[in-house]
């Protein structure tokens, strides 16, 4: 007798219904209406899961007795309420029957592999990412509604909307606009303002309007790319969030789920970059078989009979691991030939703007590295900048704006750069691939305990870079590193290690782009960061500047008055009588002392203003 079990995926859409055999053949499909309780309610969804199942049941010419389990995927069933509330429903309409029910991301993870294992990303009207490890614990990230999810449909549309309606009163062409108001029925923004507010408006038309933005996207609109590359950043977010919380250090795969993955080339492409750029054993893959059949998939294992396991899902698993991030080519700048100048460099704006964002997870440990830092620096140690190429001239140019930016000697902040000086203004590439070079200037410096040394590669594996730090390591330097991939070798040599996954550039691995300004913005803040530490600045005012020209002079007078309350002829005069020393000015004016005295006040608390005033 043959065993028929049923699959059902809920979306707020729309719901699929699916009648297999215990051989997973497909024996009927019909589509029916929304069943998501969040959106059309629990009356209109339970009206649409019986019509649905009836209808499917009179499509194959059998009866329910002849089923032997339902499996089902819905959003928000791994809230516990509303898995009660579901399996309630279920349990009135077919009382008896084995019940498998869960989050409608489970399903499209047993699809693929037959058992809920790796991770789920789905971006259609909604959003959710979900996984589960061979431990059998689970995690989410997202999934919690229109109002609080980025990357699904429901936010595109909204993100494309905020486009428009900003490039209308900016007075600004926009063809996304067009499209978007094409698709409403709208002459220009303002008309469309009647549909948008409408009472019966629902969320998924709404969400609707996203295929208008993932249609121009793939076309190369500059505006529709930049809310793809967000959306697409957010998921990969919301998914690396689940595989760091589940541990996941063998490869394991991170189904695509949803219309938007489905037809976003943009979205698709970006997500896979912005994971593999953080976690390299990542496989991102579409399942060969949709969520109802993995929910019916489910009902098999409810039922008690034996579950297919799709070989192919291992295949996916063992393949090739991707390319380095900083070397993988860049999916927005594949024409880059052909792209007009602007659509080119706002590619390049585009990936510009996401480097803040990469940067945040490593401020805390930067903050760490320099709060140890402070106390060496103000015993007389010196912070070297170790690196090659773009990476060692960035942090030339930090070590040479520390002097007249906070009156530092040149001895106290020094670049080390792969073949010399001469290799700022003359590339001597070849010259990272020397790690003995590297040594030989540690050793030439007497680097030592009291100093610190930060090593700068964007591919995290330089040679010169390594040979640095181990050499300074091995001397009892603290020891810092600033790598644009994740894994980098030079970070197992760094008490303090900085990885940036700045992925793909728009020119393929050229790092003085994106990893550039990365590693530009780590220096801007450990060297602000440290100088801040150590008395250098008061409220947001340089108060040790160097003021060696006229324009300085005069923004020293004006810092001076700023930070005293005076006037800037009062702050001149007594620049004048201060030896031009900006702190000794500050104290002298409000502390009511001569300058002499705040000098010698001043030596009392290290040189810090703040600890003088308030």
């Given at each position: 007798m043959i065993s028929y079990v049923i699959g059902i995926n809920g979306g707020g859409t729309h719901t699929t219904f699916v009648l297999a055999d215990s051989d997973l053949r497909e024996i009927a499909r019909v589509e029916g209406g929304a069943s998501n309780p969040n959106v059309v309610g629990r009356e209109v969804a339970h009206d649409n899961i019986e019509q649905g199942v009836n209808r499917l049941l009179q499509t194959a010419g059998i009866s329910i007795g002849q089923v032997k389990a339902i499996g089902g995927g819905f959003a928000g069933?791994?809230?516990?309420?509303?898995?009660?509330?579901f399996r309630a429903l279920f349990e009135s309409l077919y009382p008896g029957l084995p019940l498998a029910l869960d989050n409608d991301a489970v399903p499209v993870l047993v699809a693929f592999g037959g058992t809920p294992y790796g991770i789920v990303i789905i971006s259609g009207t909604g959003m959710i990412s979900l996984?589960?490890?061979?431990?059998?614990?689970?995690?989410?990230?997202?999934?919690?509604?229109?109002?609080?999810?980025?990357?699904?449909?429901?936010w595109i549309a909204r993100e494309g909307l905020y486009s428009v309606y900003?490039?209308?009163?900016?007075?600004?062409?926009?063809?996304?606009?067009e499209r978007m108001m094409a698709k409403i029925g709208a002459a220009h923004p303002p008309e469309a303002i009647s549909w948008l507010y409408a009472p019966e408006r629902r969320i998924t038309d709404l969400a609707g309007l996203a295929?208008?933005?993932?249609?121009?996207a793939n076309a190369g609109d500059m505006d529709a790319v930049r809310i793809m590359v967000s959306a697409a950043d957010a998921l990969a977010q919301a998914t690396l969030t689940v595989a760091r919380n589940l541990r996941f250090t063998e490869p394991f795969p991170v189904v695509l789920s949803g219309s938007i993955f489905t037809y976003s080339d943009v979205l698709r492409e970006h997500f896979t970059a912005a994971v593999q750029a953080e976690m390299p054993?990542?496989?991102p893959v579409f399942s060969p078989?949709?969520?109802?059949?993995?929910?019916a998939m489910m009902a098999l294992s409810a039922a008690g009979l034996p579950v297919p396991h799709p070989a192919d899902s291992e295949t996916a698993l063992h393949g090739p691991p991707p390319p380095r991030a900083t070397e993988r080519r860049n999916f927005l700048s594949l024409r880059g030939h052909q792209m007009p100048t602007l659509a080119f460099i706002s590619t390049m704006n585009i990936e510009d703007s996401r480097v803040g964002a990469l940067v945040t997870p490593v401020l805390p440990r930067l903050a760490a590295l320099i709060d140890a830092a402070v106390p060496r620096f103000e015993r007389g140690g010196r912070v070297f900048y170790a690196g090659a190429g773009t990476s060692g001239r960035m942090g030339v140019l930090d070590a040479a704006e520390c002097v007249p930016t906070f009156s530092t000697d040149p001895e106290q902040i020094i670049a080390l750069l792969a073949g010399g000086q001469q290799a700022v203004a003359n590339a001597t590439e070849s010259a990272e691939d020397d790690a003995d070079s590297g040594a030989a200037m540690v050793a030439a410096h007497k680097i030592g305990a009291d100093d610190i040394v930060i090593g700068l590669a964007a591919s995290g594996t330089t040679p010169f870079v390594i040979g640095v730090l181990q050499a300074a390591r091995a001397?009892?330097?603290?020891?810092?590193?600033v790598a644009c991939t994740v894994n980098a070798p030079i970070s197992q040599w760094a008490d303090y290690a900085l990885e940036i996954p700045t992925g793909a550039e728009i020119l393929t691995g050229s790092t003085r782009l994106k990893a550039g300004t990365a590693q530009k913005m780590v220096l801007n803040m450990f060297s602000t960061g440290l100088m801040q530490q150590i008395g250098k600045v008061y409220s947001n005012l340089m108060i040790d500047m160097k003021a060696s020209n006229s324009k300085l002079r005069e923004r020293a007078i004006r810092i001076v008055a700023a930070a005293?309350?005076?006037?800037?002829?009062?702050?001149?005069?007594?620049?004048a009588a201060s030896n031009r020393e900006m702190k000794t000015a500050i104290v002298a004016a409000r502390l009511g002392v001569s300058p002499e005295e705040a000098r010698q006040r001043l030596a009392e608390v290290g040189g810090k203003v703040g600890r003088l005033l308030p």
């Open positions: 069933l791994d809230r516990p309420a509303d898995h009660d509330a996984g589960m490890n061979a431990a059998g614990e689970r995690a989410r990230s997202g999934g919690w509604g229109h109002h609080v999810d980025r990357g699904s449909g429901y900003t490039a209308f009163d900016k007075g600004h062409p926009s063809p996304l606009a295929a208008e933005v993932v249609q121009m054993h990542a496989r078989r949709d969520a109802a059949i993995g929910a001397r009892g330097a603290l020891t810092g590193s005293a309350g005076i006037s800037t002829a009062e702050a001149a005069a007594l620049m």
